[in-house]
C-alpha cells in the first residue's frame, strides 16, 4: 500500500469516525446526564434522513432541509421529554428499555405512513457538488470532505458548550450528582429536557449530514445504533470526550480492517471493544476506572 | 431491528384473520363433507409471500401477477376453479416451517406459490418435500431449491442465482475485460451470483483478481472502493440489492471510478433503485431475465393487462406470478383439472412450454426454468434491452438427483 492510498484510506477511516462520533455523542449525553437508555437513538437517524429527503424534495434546498430538520427533531425531543421521558428519569433500565423499544415501533410506523418504505436519496447542495483528483483513476467527493469539517466543527461546539458554558456547567454537575445538583436549587430537570432533546437532534442531524453520500432507507437507523451503543460504552458512559476518540478508533478499526483482514473485518470493532473493556472496564474515559 | 419489529406487530392481526378465516373454512368442510378431487370443488393454492416488510411490494406484485393469470383464463386454470389462501411470511426464516405447516397441514391447500426471501424459501423446499405438496417458488433464486434439494413436486418460475449470473462472464470478457474484480456481501447470495460470474468469466479465459465482500447489509463502502481504486481492475462486477445497491452504485461514481473501471452487475443493481441512484446509474450494465423493453407480444399484453388491472407498471416479479399461473395452468389443462392424477400433472408441467412475457420459458429436470439471459444497460431511467446474453440458459442444477 502506498502513501497516498494510505492516505486516503485513514480519510476514508476519519470520515466515517466524525459521523459516528456525531450521532453516539447524543446517545452518550442522553445516557451519561439523563441516566435513561434510548433505544430509538437510530430511529430518530433514520427519521432525520427521511426528514432531510421529504424536505429536499419539496423546496430543493438542502440548507432548508438541514435546518428544518434538526428543527423538527428539536421540538419533537422536547415533546417526547415533557410526555414521555421525565417519567422514565430515576427508573430501572428495564423501563426504559421498554419506552424506547416502543419509540423504536412508532417512530416506524410513522416513517411508513409519512414516507413510505422505497428507498431514496438526497442531493448535496450545489456548491459541494464536485469532486477532488487524488489519483488518476480515484477521486474524492468534496462533501464527504466538507462532511468531515462540518463534524469537526460541531464536535468542538459540543466541547465548548460543557466545557466553557454555564449551561455546560450544570450539565457536568447533574452527571456528576444528581440529588446534591437539585439540592442547591440547580434547575437541572429542565436542563434535562434540552439535553435531551439535544441529543435527538445530534442523531437527527447525524442522518441528514449523511444522507447525500448514503442513501435513506428504513432500516439505515438499525446498524447506526448498534455502532453508537458500541462508540459509548467503549468510550465510557457520558463521556463526550470518550465518545469521540471511541468513535474514531471505531471507524479506523473498520476501514482499515476491510482492507487488510477483509475475513474478520466484521468482527474487528468488537474484538477492539472487548480489548478496551478487559483493560479498563468503565470505557477509555468512564468514571471509576 | 425496526423494521423486523414493526412487521411482528402486523404478524397478530394478519395471523388472528388467517385463523379465524381457517376455522370457518373448518367448519364449513365439516358441515358439507365433500370430495377433495371432486370436478367441481376448486383447487385451493396458498400464497406464501411477504405482504408486509422490505419486500411487500414483491409480495404483492407475485400475487396480482398470478391473480392477473387467473382471471384470464376467466377464473380458472386448466379449467378448474381456483381459490386462494393468503399467509405472510414476513420473509422471516425462524417462522417459516410453522406458516408453511399451517398452509399445507390446516388450510389443506394443494399448492404453494411461495416466496421472495431465500432463506423462508429453504424452509418451505424442506416442508414440500416431507409433504410432497406441490411448490412454485416464484422469486427466490437459492441455488439449492433446484439443486440438492430438489424435488418432482418444487418448481421455480424465477431464476436461480448461477443462471443471471454465469452468462455475464461471456459478456465482460468479449467487451474485453481479463482482470476483473467483484464485490459483494458476504452472505449466501451474494456468493452464489458472484461464484457463477467467476465461473463464467474463467471459463472463456478471464482472471477474478480479487473477491472483495463486507458483512450483510452493511453500507460502508469507501474502504473498498479505495482498494479498488488501488487494485485497477480492467472491470468490476458487483451484486447488491436495494438500499445497499443504490448506495454503492452513487458511492463508486461519486469516487469517479465509474469513469475509469467499468461497474457491472447482477440485474438486481439496478431493479426498482434507478429512480434513488439517479445519474449514477446511467450506462450501468446488469444481466437479468427481464428488460424493461423487451418489446414482444407477450410482454406486450401482460404489461397493457396488469397496469389495467392494478394501476401499477408490472416488472419482473410480477411476470414471476404470473408465469407461476402459467405453469399450473398447463399442469392442470393437460388432466383436465384432475388433481388425483398428480404424476400428469408433475409431467406436464416440467414438459410445460410457456410463451412468458420474459421470453420461451422452459423447465429443466429440477424444475428450474430454461430461460434467456438478457444483457440491459441503464438508459434513460430504466433497464434497456442491449443484447441476449445468454439464449436459453440452463442451470446446471448441481445435486439434484431427481431425473
Known amino acids: ?289 | 431491528m425496526s423494521r423486523m419489529i414493526s412487521s411482528g406487530s402486523s404478524l397478530n392481526r394478519r395471523s388472528l384473520l388467517l385463523g379465524t378465516a381457517g376455522l370457518v373454512t373448518a367448519a364449513s368442510a365439516f358441515r358439507f363433507p365433500t370430495p377433495a378431487i371432486a370436478q367441481g370443488a376448486p383447487l385451493k393454492v396458498g400464497f406464501m409471500l411477504p405482504y408486509s416488510g422490505t419486500f411487500a411490494k414483491l409480495g404483492k406484485f407475485i400475487d396480482d401477477g398470478f391473480r392477473l393469470y387467473v382471471e384470464q383464463q376467466g377464473g380458472t386454470l386448466g379449467g378448474r376453479r381456483i381459490e386462494f389462501v393468503q399467509v405472510d411470511d414476513e420473509s422471516k426464516p425462524e417462522t417459516a416451517t410453522d406458516n408453511m405447516n399451517r398452509l399445507v397441514g390446516r388450510e389443506k391447500v394443494d399448492v404453494v406459490v411461495g416466496t421472495v426471501h431465500s432463506g423462508v424459501a429453504m424452509a418451505m423446499v424442506k416442508v414440500a418435500r416431507d409433504t410432497n405438496t406441490m411448490l412454485v417458488i416464484p422469486n427466490a433464486g437459492v441455488n439449492e431449491a433446484t439443486g440438492p434439494m430438489c424435488a418432482p413436486n418444487i418448481f421455480r418460475t424465477s431464476f436461480s442465482n448461477w443462471q443471471v449470473c454465469e452468462p455475464m462472464g461471456k459478456v465482460m470478457f468479449d467487451a474485453g475485460h481479463r482482470k476483473v474484480a467483484t464485490i459483494t456481501w458476504r452472505y449466501a447470495a451474494g456468493q452464489q451470483m458472484v461464484g457463477a460470474f467467476g465461473e463464467g468469466f474463467k471459463k472463456v479465459g478471464g482472471t477474478v483478481i480479487e473477491d472483495l465482500a463486507l458483512p450483510f447489509p452493511e453500507v460502508e463502502f469507501q474502504a473498498l472502493i479505495t482498494r479498488i481504486a488501488t487494485l485497477k481492475p480492467d472491470a468490476v462486477f458487483a451484486f447488491f440489492a436495494g438500499g445497499g445497491a443504490v448506495k454503492f452504485v452513487k458511492d463508486y461514481a461519486a469516487a469517479g471510478l465509474n469513469k475509469a473501471i467499468p461497474l457491472y452487475g447482477a440485474g438486481f443493481l439496478t431493479d426498482g433503485t434507478i429512480p434513488a441512484q439517479g445519474e449514477s446509474a446511467n450506462g450501468l450494465r446488469t444481466t437479468l431475465h427481464y428488460a424493461d423493453d423487451l418489446d414482444n407480444p407477450a410482454d406486450r399484453k401482460f404489461l397493457a393487462d396488469f397496469k389495467a388491472k392494478t394501476g401499477a407498471d408490472g416488472d419482473i416479479y410480477a411476470v414471476q406470478g404470473y408465469d407461476a399461473g402459467a405453469l399450473l395452468h398447463e399442469g392442470l389443462k393437460a388432466v383436465k383439472g384432475d388433481w388425483s392424477a398428480r404424476n400428469d400433472v408433475v409431467r406436464s408441467m416440467r414438459a410445460a412450454r410457456i410463451d412468458s412475457p420474459r421470453g420461451p420459458l422452459s423447465f429443466n429436470a429440477a424444475g428450474n426454468p430454461i430461460q434467456n439471459i438478457y444483457l440491459r444497460e441503464v438508459r434513460n431511467g430504466r433497464n434497456e434491452l442491449v443484447s441476449i446474453a445468454g439464449q436459453a440458459v440452463n442451470d446446471p442444477a448441481r445435486g439434484c438427483r431427481v431425473s
Not at chain 1, 450544570?170 to 456528576?176: C, V
Not at chain 1, 475475513?263 to 477509555?284: C, D, E, H, K, T
Open chain 1, 1 to 289: 500500500m502506498d502513501a497516498l492510498t494510505f492516505a486516503v484510506q485513514l480519510l476514508n477511516g476519519l470520515q466515517y469516525g466524525l459521523v459516528l462520533f456525531l450521532v453516539a455523542s447524543g446517545l452518550t449525553l442522553v445516557f451519561g446526564i439523563l441516566g435513561v437508555i434510548n433505544l430509538a437513538h437510530g430511529a430518530f437517524y433514520m427519521l432525520g434522513a427521511y426528514l432531510a429527503w421529504w424536505i429536499a424534495a419539496y423546496t430543493g434546498s438542502f440548507m432548508l432541509a438541514l435546518i428544518g430538520g434538526v428543527a423538527i427533531s428539536f421540538v419533537l425531543g422536547l415533546l417526547l421529554e415533557e410526555i414521555f421521558v421525565k417519567r422514565m428519569i430515576g427508573r430501572d433500565h428495564l423501563a426504559q428499555v421498554l419506552l424506547s423499544f416502543g419509540l423504536i415501533l412508532v417512530i416506524d410506523e410513522v416513517r411508513q405512513i409519512l414516507f413510505g418504505k422505497d428507498v431514496h436519496s438526497v442531493a448535496p447542495p450545489a456548491w459541494l457538488k464536485g469532486s477532488i483528483q487524488l489519483t488518476d483513476i480515484l477521486s474524492y467527493p468534496v462533501y464527504r470532505i466538507a462532511l468531515c469539517v462540518v463534524c469537526l466543527v460541531l464536535a468542538a461546539l459540543i466541547f465548548f458548550v460543557i466545557q466553557r458554558t454555564r449551561l455546560g456547567m450544570i450539565i457536568r454537575a447533574g452527571a456528576e450528582n444528581r440529588d446534591m445538583t437539585r439540592a442547591l436549587g440547580i434547575p437541572f430537570d429542565k436542563v434535562n429536557r434540552y439535553v435531551f432533546a439535544g441529543g435527538i437532534a445530534l442523531a437527527a442531524l447525524g442522518g441528514i449530514l449523511v444522507s447525500p453520500i448514503s442513501t435513506v432507507f428504513p432500516g439505515m437507523g438499525d446498524g447506526m445504533l448498534i455502532l453508537s451503543f458500541v462508540v459509548v460504552v467503549l468510550g465510557g458512559i457520558g463521556s463526550v470526550a470518550g465518545a469521540a476518540i471511541g468513535a474514531l478508533m471505531i471507524g479506523l478499526t473498520d476501514t482499515f480492517g476491510k482492507v487488510f483482514f477483509p475475513q474478520f473485518s466484521s468482527i474487528l470493532i468488537y474484538v477492539l471493544m472487548a480489548g478496551i473493556l478487559l483493560w479498563r472496564p468503565n470505557g477509555l474515559m468512564g468514571k471509576g476506572n
